[in-house]
């Protein structure tokens, strides 16, 4: 599985960006999809993650009401809308396939996208 992350950039603060993820490989769509991000000198913490089916999510409290993960399972890409974006949002953007929606165990990961929040 192949996976390949976009539409990271700059913008201000109360803005807003869509990062996509399209996987590839014969069994991409079988796994559950998320995001995650590194913020400067943090470790990578858990952002968001969709089953594979798309009828169960999971964020992380800190984005929770401002992200919004989806799939489209005829064009295997995950999405991530990201609404309200706050300079703490500012991070290297990973998405991941993993087991479940909980991402506890990740099998995949794709290449990062930055996203940069001005205040």
């Known amino acids: 599985v192949q996976l390949q992350a976009s539409g990271g950039g700059l913008v201000q603060a109360g803005g807003f960006l869509r990062l996509s993820c399209a996987a590839s490989?014969?069994?991409?769509?079988?796994?559950?999809m998320g995001w995650f991000r590194q913020p400067p000198g943090k470790e990578r913490q858990f952002v968001a993650a969709i089953s594979w089916s798309g009828g169960s999510t999971y964020y992380a409290d800190s984005v929770k009401g401002r992200f919004t993960i989806s799939r489209d399972k005829a064009k295997n890409t995950v999405y991530l809308q990201m609404n309200s974006l706050k300079p703490e949002d500012t991070a290297v953007y990973y998405c991941?396939?993993?087991?479940?929606?909980?991402?506890?165990?990740?099998?995949?990961w794709g290449q990062g996208t930055q996203v940069t929040v001005s205040s």
């Open positions: 991941a396939a993993g087991l479940d929606v909980t991402m506890r165990t990740t099998r995949y």
């Open positions: 490989g014969r069994t991409s769509s079988s796994y559950a």
